[in-house]
């Protein structure tokens, strides 16, 4: 009995300090965003606080915080105070799915736990938009759960032909099952629909319409102000830095616990920024004519393929 409570206390602390290192990662992610679109728009990023700008994001979060919380005559408070909460804690949730082969919280069902996270991300951000009353962040919030939603089909089908070709529902397996040749090497199409799925998903350019400046001012966290708005942006970070750790387990073959890892993690999240420096964006009949005409086809194509290739490599076994 003592020892499965020292066991509990460990995993509960092995998190928090999971979350720390997270939170930490998620300031850095800011400063190199920053520095890298003032190096493609020939300028300097932040290099004032610190030695060449590295306290900056401290400096950001410490103005962020200790400015005055305003809260809408108009809102309905109590949801709308607890939205950026609610999506900061799915955002950190989920970073539990990842195989960390350290004594870590580690399960057989990660790949449907990340779903189920991916899913609930959408109600933080509708009752951010709803609970604000206000016609712009109704706006940003609708368009944000609609593309969200059509994105969540496609990567939900690209995980299942890999469920399939991989036999289990646990990252762990993935990680294993490349140790040869990469899935990004075998399946470049779906690495591609992945990522740019993943773009959709965290709202970024060139999907970022629920923030649209040009028509809807800064979309649904037009409302919010010092705090709210500073854990509504760690969590979008915080979901940038996980897809990108996720994408290197699914598609490059890295554990957690190897140095590739996290080098393959800070390049893909390079790409995140790349193309937010790169790329206009999109219209938004464009962008669901993507999802729905393009991406999904392809997912469900390789889905059959892989079906039929599991069942002829089983049947001549």
């Known amino acids: 009995m003592a020892n499965?409570?020292?066991f509990k206390v460990v995993e509960v602390v092995s998190y928090i300090v999971l979350i720390i290192c997270v939170l930490v990662g998620v300031a850095f992610v800011t400063l190199m965003e920053r520095k890298i679109l003032?190096?493609?728009?020939?300028?300097k990023g932040p290099n004032k606080v610190g030695y060449m700008g590295i306290l900056q994001p401290f400096s950001d979060a410490v103005k962020l915080f200790t400015k005055e919380q305003t809260v809408p005559t108009m809102s309905n408070f109590l949801p709308y105070y607890l939205s950026p909460v609610f999506s900061l804690f799915i955002a950190l949730l989920v970073w539990v799915v990842l195989p960390y082969e350290i004594g870590m919280i580690s399960f057989n069902m990660s790949v449907l736990f990340f779903l189920c996270c991916l899913s609930l991300g959408v109600y933080s951000t509708?009752?951010?938009?709803?609970?604000?009353?206000?016609?712009?962040?109704?706006?940003?919030?609708?368009?944000?759960?609609?593309q969200t939603i059509s994105y969540e089909?496609?990567?939900?089908?690209?995980?299942?032909?890999?469920i399939v070709l991989v036999g289990g529902?646990?990252?762990?397996m993935f990680k294993d099952y490349q140790e040869d040749v990469w899935f990004s090497v075998v399946c470049f199409p779906l690495a591609l629909i992945w990522f740019t799925s993943c773009l959709a998903e965290t709202n970024r350019t060139p999907f970022d319409f629920a923030e649209g400046e040009s028509e809807l001012v800064s979309g649904f966290n037009t409302e919010y102000s010092s705090g709210?708005?500073?854990?509504?942006?760690?969590?979008?970070?915080?979901?940038?830095?996980?897809m990108s750790g996720l994408f290197s387990t699914i598609f490059l073959g890295s554990g957690v616990c190897s140095v590739t890892f996290y080098i393959k993690?800070?390049?893909?999240?390079?790409?995140?920024?790349w193309v937010r420096g790169t790329l206009p964006r999109l219209r938004y009949d464009k962008l669901m004519y993507l999802a729905w005409k393009s991406f999904l086809p392809v997912s469900i194509n390789y889905l059959i393929f892989f079906l039929g290739f599991k069942s002829i490599t089983y049947y001549l076994m």
């Open 4 to 6: 499965r409570f020292v």
């Open 228 to 242: 709210g708005f500073a854990l509504i942006f760690m969590a979008e970070y915080a979901s940038i830095l996980f």
């Open 38 to 43: 003032g190096y493609i728009q020939i300028r």
């Open 153 to 162: 089909v496609s990567l939900a089908l690209i995980l299942l032909s890999f």
């Open 126 to 146: 509708m009752s951010a938009g709803w609970s604000s009353n206000c016609k712009y962040s109704l706006l940003g919030s609708l368009r944000a759960v609609a």
């Open 265 to 273: 993690s800070v390049l893909v999240a390079f790409i995140f920024v």
């Open 169 to 172: 529902v646990s990252l762990e």
